[in-house]
């Protein structure tokens, strides 16, 4: 039980320890106190033998040496402490920080109040470095998990996640350089803060560029401003703005490119927490670039199976065979005469030569039908866009040609079909292809007629103001105008 009271008190705080100390020592004078008071309350004087006063003496030289070595432990014990928390805060602060702190005359209590500002200061900044990297992971966390629900086209994506990296790191510049293994090298696939001019034709070696450490090591490094030996490493890393953080595109460990940040909008250094966000980041687009790839594999023999079927329906009628090789070319043509971008161009090709795939879900008897149609054979024959449509739109890299299978034959004043759509409602790409469809229609052979000279083809389609857009009628002109009519 003693022993349990012993430890219990060895335990217990300093504060703790302190009052049971003074009590037990402050006992030793009060009770001598209360016996001399005592003698002199009832015997109205005091009166000590030499006995009396050797046992006073004896228990006072006791009472203080108990004393003495029970402050002193106590005071080790504070000792031992403040060493401990000096060597911890020698850690945090630093060397020269705690000898600034130390510097001066000032005493214990008020060195150990500095230090404890310093303390708290630092860690509240490490609080708001928490935060912000908390908002900042917040922050590319939403733009790439909108990017990834809304941008369809794996270029736009890449351009969003060099955007977000960039900004949320305050970096000048951004990078995403992919592999190109034959010439065992990187080269820029998008730049954020920087004109994309200046590196369409830059390379950087995989084992000498400021990248190939971070590839090396398959982690995230910040790269500091160094020389390179090689001549045209010199001057593509001329370009760069030190430092330089980057990580991997790592997918199944192996290398598909790097995402780097460039320079520094602020003064602070890179962080450790923005490597490891880097990297996570670099992972995801490496999974999104390889998941593209796989998808458009499976786009490219969807679309070469569909554009096989739209040939076969084709070439049942053979008036009506190389329909949809002329209709891209004139497509095509009109759209770089207006100067619509490459890509809208190529979705516009690529939609000429399926717009009429849906005919594979209409029979023959009408489909080839050497007369014109009647109304419910009409009613038959205009439900082929809607099939061509459902049968595109699962893949989804066929998605941006689903809105000109489906309208092509749309007329501006709302006569069209499927969807009766008017004016505005129709795009431009499909406002091409259905003036490109028409005249060609009318230039051919049909069962029923002979194909249109080019003078009444474009008289037909003028007649057709309010129905097809003019202005793509003017381009058509041009381009297929013949020499003699120039």
Known sequence: ?????????????????????????????????MYLYYQLKVDGQVSLSVDDLNTVLIFVVVGIATGYWAMRALLINLVDVTRTSAGKLREIMGTEKIQDLLKGDENEIAILTRTFREI????????????????????????????????????????????????????????????????????????????MESFDKTWFSLETSPFAPA?????????????????????????????????????????????????????????????????????????????????????????????????AVEAKDDYSRGHLDRVGQYAVSIAQYIGLPPGEVGDLRDAARIHDVGKIGIMDEILIKPAPLNDQEWLIMKRHPEIGEGIIRPISSLQPLCDMVRHHHEKLDGTGYPDGLKGDQITLPVRILAIADIYDALTSDRPYRKALPYSEAMRTLRDMKDKIDQKIVDSLEKIVCPPNKS
Do not use: W
Not at 2 to 28: D, E
Not at 261 to 284: D, I, W, Y
């Open 1 to 33: 039980m003693k022993n349990m009271q012993m430890q219990s008190l060895q335990n217990s705080s300093v504060v703790v320890r302190f009052q049971v100390f003074f009590i037990v020592l402050a006992l030793l004078p009060l009770s001598i106190l």
């Open 120 to 195: 708290t200061s630092r860690l509240e900044e490490n609080v708001a470095s928490l935060q912000t990297a908390k908002k900042t992971l917040q922050s590319v966390l939403t733009r790439v998990g909108h990017g990834i629900s809304n941008i369809r086209n794996i270029d736009s994506f890449l351009d969003l996640i060099v955007e977000t990296i960039t900004e949320a790191l305050s970096g000048k510049q951004g990078f995403l350089l992919l592999v190109d293994r034959e010439k065992k090298s990187l080269t820029v696939k998008t730049v954020f803060g920087a004109s």
């Open 215 to 311: 590839i090396i090591a398959r982690t995230a490094l910040i790269i500091p401003k160094v020389q390179y030996l090689s001549g045209g490493e010199n001057r593509a890393a001329e370009g760069l703005e030190f430092p330089v953080i980057c990580a991997p595109l790592l997918f199944h460990n192996e290398v598909m490119g790097v995402i780097a940040v460039s320079g520094r909008k602020v003064t602070a250094p890179f962080q450790e927490e923005e490597m490891v966000l880097l990297l996570n980041l670099a992972t995801q687009t490496a999974v999104a670039i390889e998941n593209s790839k796989l998808s458009a594999d499976v786009g490219k023999t969807y679309f070469e199976t569909l554009s096989a079927l739209a040939m």
